[in-house]
Nanobody, 124 residues
Framework: QVQLVESGGGLVQAGGSLRLSCAAS????????MAWFRQAPGKEREFVAR????????YYADHVTGRCTISRDNAKNTVYLQMNSLKPEDTAVYYC?????????????????WGRGTQVTVSS
């Protein structure tokens, strides 16, 4: 059974940093494209970053480029999202998502498996 569990969220001041983790179980991480999405209150879920299963190439949404880094440790079956220079507008629930041999997609509908999310709150 595929399971994704996010952690590492919390309350941080603007300009601070957080590292989110996504612990994966029930599947082999190296064969999955992994992504982070976020959803703020009253808004649609939006793409943040993804790591392609093939070679681990990464891609970021414009609103986090230069401030976030997605990485994976296939041996630990864990994906990370390092977020720096956080802004109040980064406040959202952050979700980890996975897709077997997934293409390089930024669409919510492309990912078959989701975690329950971790709350990130950035105060001004």
């Amino acid at each position: 059974q595929v399971q994704l569990v996010e952690s590492g969220g919390g309350l941080v001041q603007a300009g601070g940093s957080l590292r989110l983790s996504c612990a994966a179980s029930g599947f082999t991480l190296s064969t999955y494209t992994m992504a982070w999405f976020r959803q703020a209150p009253g808004k649609e879920r939006e793409f943040v970053a993804r790591s392609w299963w093939r070679g681990g190439s990464t891609y970021y949404a414009d609103h986090v480029t230069g401030r976030c880094t997605i990485s994976r440790d296939n041996a630990k079956n864990t994906v990370y999202l390092q977020m720096n220079s956080l802004k109040p507008e980064d406040t959202a629930v952050y979700y980890c998502a996975a897709d077997l041999y997934g293409a390089t997609s930024v669409r919510v509908g492309s990912y078959a498996h989701w975690g329950r999310g971790t709350q990130v709150t950035v105060s001004s």
